[in-house]
C-alpha cells in the first residue's frame, strides 16, 4: 500500500512538473509571438505601398500615369505650338491695325486741312477758289476714299494672302465704295448734286459742305468695317497660356505620382525578402506556439487524471519461472568478441604495413600530394595480354583501358596547341612500371586514332623491352646510329633502314636493339640532339620509351632534350618515398603529370563504364 501511495505521489508531481514546464515554455513562445507580429505590423505599415502584393497594382497604375504623361506632353507640344502661331498671327494683326490706324489718322488730317484751307480761301474771296495743295474739285472725296484702299490693300497683298481678314474687309469696302461712286456719277451726269463753281451768288457754305459731308460718311464706313482692336487681339494668347499653365501644373504632380511609384517599385523585391523573412519566422512561432499549447493541454488533462486517481490495480503479466539454461559462460557473445579482436587485429596489421611501406592505390592518393596532376588512370586488364607482349588498344580497342590511353593523348595534344612541343618522355620512379606498354598503346592511338604521324624511340639502352612487342629481328637501331662516325646526313640513310612501321603506317618505331653500358654518354651526344631536331621536322610526335629516374642518371639528360615528361606509377607496388625522390631528382619543371597504371577497379567503382556500341577510330 505504501508503494502505491509513493508511486501516485511520484506520478503526481511528474506531471505538475511537466504542466510547469509548458506554462512557462507558452509565456515565452506567447511573447515572442507577440513581438514578431508587431515587427511584421510595423513593417507593413512602414512600407505601405511598396509591398509584394501591391505590386501589380502599382505597375497598371504606373502604365497609366505615363500614358497620362505621354498625352499631356502631347497637349503641351499643341498648345505650345497653337500659342506659338497665335502670338504670330496677333502681332501681324496688331502691325496691320496700327499701321491702318496711322494711315487714316493722316488721311483725316490731310482733309481737315484741305477744308480748313478752302473755308479761308471762301472768306479771303467771298468764293470757294482751289488753294495750294487742295483737292480738285472735279475729284470727289468717294474717289480719293477708293484710291486710298487701293493702296492699302496693295500693301497688305504685299504680306499676306486673299483670305487674310483685312484683306477680305478692304475689298468689301472697296466695292462699297465702288457702287457709291457710280452712283454719284449718274447724279452728276443728271444734275441733281451741286458741284462747286465760282458763282457769287452760290453760298460758300454750300460750296464747302459738300466735300464735308461727302467725305464723313466715307470716314464713317472705314470705322465701321475696322477690325477687333489691339486689346482684343491678345485674348486667344491669354487663354492658351492659361491652358499651358494648367497643364504644365497637371504634368508635375503626373511626374511626382509616377516618380513616388517607380520607387514603390525599385523598393518591392527588397522588401519581399524582408517580408518573407519577417512571415517564415511568424509560421514558424506560431507552429511553435500551438504545438506547445496542445502539449499544455495534454499535460494538464494528464495531471488531472493522476489527482483524481485514488489508487492502481496491477496485473501478473509473466509468472516466474525455474531457469532452464546456465547464465554463464555465453558462447555467442565469446565468439562475438572474438570475432571482433581478430578483425580489429586484422585492420590493424594491414594499417601498420601500410604505415611502415606506403603505396599508392588510387588517383586520390596522388592528388595534392606532389604537386603534379594525374592524366589518366589505366585499368588492370586481362594478363595474358601482357604476357603475350600484346597491346590493349590493338586487340580491346573498345575497352575502359583503351578509351584512357585516347583521354591521355587529348590532354598531351591541349599541351601542345600553343607551342611546337613534339617530343615526350615517358618514364618511372623505378623499373617494371608498365612505361613501355604505356608508350606503345599512347603511340598506337595517336597514330591510328587521330592520324597523327607518331615515332617511338627506345631510350633505355640497358634493358631494351621494345623488339619483344615487333616479333621480329633487327640488326640495326638506335645504339648503332649513335655510335657511327660519320656525319648526321651519312646516318640518315640507315634510320630510315630501321624505322619499322607498327600497327599503323602513321607509326614507326626506333628500338635499341642492342645493349650498351654507355648510354650516357651516347645520350648526351651531339648526335643524339641532331637526330632529335631532324626527326622533329619529320613528325608529329616523337614518344622516348625512358629508363627509370632512381637507379640511372640517363633521365637527367633526356630532359634537355625533350619538351616534356610523364611519369608512370604502378598501383599498389609504386610506394610514395619512390615517386617523392623520384621528382626531387628531376623536378617538375617538364613533368606534365602522372598516369596511374595497373589500378585495380573496386566491384562499385566509378571508373567502371559499359560501352553500348562499337568503337570506331578515326580515318583523319
Known amino acids: 500500500m505504501l508503494f502505491i501511495e509513493e508511486n501516485l505521489k ?41 509591398l509584394p502584393s501591391q505590386l501589380d497594382a502599382n505597375l497598371r497604375t504606373l502604365d497609366r500615369l505615363q500614358q497620362e504623361l505621354a498625352s499631356i506632353n502631347d497637349l503641351i507640344r499643341s498648345a505650345e505650338s497653337a500659342l506659338i502661331d497665335e502670338r504670330k498671327t496677333a502681332e501681324e494683326r496688331k502691325t496691320a491695325e496700327e499701321r491702318k490706324t496711322a494711315e487714316e489718322r493722316k488721311t483725316a488730317e490731310e482733309r481737315k486741312a484741305v477744308e ?63 457702287a457709291a461712286l457710280v452712283d454719284e456719277t449718274a447724279a452728276k451726269n443728271a444734275g441733281g448734286i451741286a458741284v462747286p463753281s465760282t458763282n457769287p451768288a452760290r453760298p460758300a457754305a454750300a460750296a464747302t459742305s459738300s466735300p464735308a459731308a461727302g467725305l464723313a460718311p466715307t470716314a464713317g464706313s472705314a470705322r465701321g468695317t475696322t477690325p477687333p482692336r489691339i486689346g482684343n487681339f491678345m485674348g486667344g494668347v491669354e487663354k492658351i497660356e492659361r491652358d499651358l499653365v494648367g497643364l504644365r501644373m497637371r ?44 502539449k499544455r493541454l495534454q499535460a494538464k488533462i494528464s495531471e488531472n487524471l493522476e489527482k483524481k486517481q485514488k489508487g492502481e490495480q496491477f496485473r501478473i503479466l509473466d509468472p516466474a519461472n525455474f531457469p532452464t539454461i546456465p547464465s554463464e559462460p555465453n558462447p555467442p557473445m565469446v565468439v562475438g568478441i572474438g570475432g571482433a579482436i581478430g578483425g580489429g587485429l586484422g585492420v590493424g596489421l594491414i594499417l601498420l604495413l601500410n604505415f611502415l611501406h606506403p603505396s599508392l592505390r588510387k588517383a586520390e592518393d596522388i592528388a595534392g600530394a606532389f604537386g603534379v596532376p594525374v592524366l589518366v588512370t589505366i585499368p588492370r586488364y586481362d594478363v595474358d595480354l601482357a604476357k603475350d607482349h600484346r597491346l590493349v588498344v590493338l586487340h580491346e580497342s573498345d575497352s575502359f583501358a583503351a578509351e ?44 591510328k586514332d587521330f592520324g597523327k604521324k607518331t615515332l617511338v624511340l627506345e631510350g633505355d ?16 637501331g638506335l645504339v648503332d646510329i649513335l655510335s657511327s662516325k660519320a656525319d648526321l646526313q651519312a646516318t640518315m640513310v640507315p634510320v630510315a633502314n630501321t624505322l619499322v612501321p607498327f600497327a599503323d603506317d602513321n607509326l614507326a618505331v626506333l628500338p635499341a636493339v642492342r645493349r650498351t653500358q654507355n648510354s650516357t654518354s651516347l645520350l648526351s651526344s651531339p648526335r643524339m640532339r641532331d637526330l632529335c631536331e631532324a626527326l622533329r621536322e619529320q613528325y ?81
Open 116 to 178: 480748313e484751307r478752302k473755308a479761308l480761301s471762301g472768306e479771303a474771296s467771298g468764293t470757294p477758289t482751289p488753294a495750294s495743295g487742295a483737292v480738285p474739285a472735279s475729284v470727289s472725296p468717294t474717289q480719293i476714299r477708293l484710291e486710298a484702299l487701293r493702296q492699302e490693300l496693295l500693301r497688305l497683298r504685299a504680306t499676306f494672302n486673299e483670305t487674310y481678314p483685312d484683306v477680305v474687309a478692304l475689298k468689301k469696302q472697296m466695292e462699297d465704295l465702288e
Open 461 to 476: 639502352f640497358r634493358r631494351p623491352t621494345i623488339p619483344l612487342y615487333l616479333n621480329m629481328e633487327l640488326e640495326e
Open 251 to 294: 504634368r508635375e504632380k503626373v511626374v511626382a505620382q509616377t516618380q513616388k511609384l517607380e520607387e514603390y517599385v525599385v523598393a518591392t523585391p527588397g522588401n519581399e525578402e524582408k517580408l518573407t523573412e519577417l512571415t517564415r519566422d511568424y509560421g514558424m512561432s506560431l507552429k511553435n506556439y500551438q504545438a506547445l499549447l496542445d
Open 404 to 447: 584512357q590511353y585516347r583521354i591521355l593523348y587529348t590532354k598531351i595534344n591541349d599541351f601542345t596547341k600553343d607551342s611546337s612541343h613534339k617530343i615526350f618522355a615517358i618514364t618511372s620512379a623505378v623499373q617494371s612500371e608498365g612505361k613501355t606498354i604505356t608508350t606503345l598503346n599512347l603511340a598506337i592511338v595517336m597514330a
Open 10 to 50: 511520484v506520478r503526481e508531481r511528474q506531471a505538475e512538473g511537466t504542466s510547469e514546464f509548458l506554462e512557462s515554455q507558452v509565456s515565452e513562445v506567447e511573447k515572442e509571438l507577440q513581438r514578431q507580429e508587431h515587427n511584421l505590423r510595423e513593417f507593413q505599415q512602414q512600407h505601405r505601398g511598396a
Open 540 to 620: 608529329d610526335f616523337i614518344l622516348i620509351d625512358a629508363p627509370p629516374i632512381l637507379p640511372l642518371s640517363d633521365m637527367n639528360v633526356f630532359e634537355e632534350v625533350v619538351d616534356g615528361v610523364i611519369m608512370v606509377v604502378r598501383s599498389e607496388k609504386t610506394t610514395k618515398d619512390a615517386v617523392v625522390r623520384a621528382l626531387e631528382t628531376l623536378g617538375i619543371d617538364k613533368i606534365l603529370g602522372i598516369v596511374l597504371n595497373d589500378f585495380r577497379q573496386p566491384a562499385s567503382s566509378y571508373y567502371k563504364y559499359q560501352y553500348g556500341y562499337s568503337y570506331k577510330p578515326s580515318t583523319k
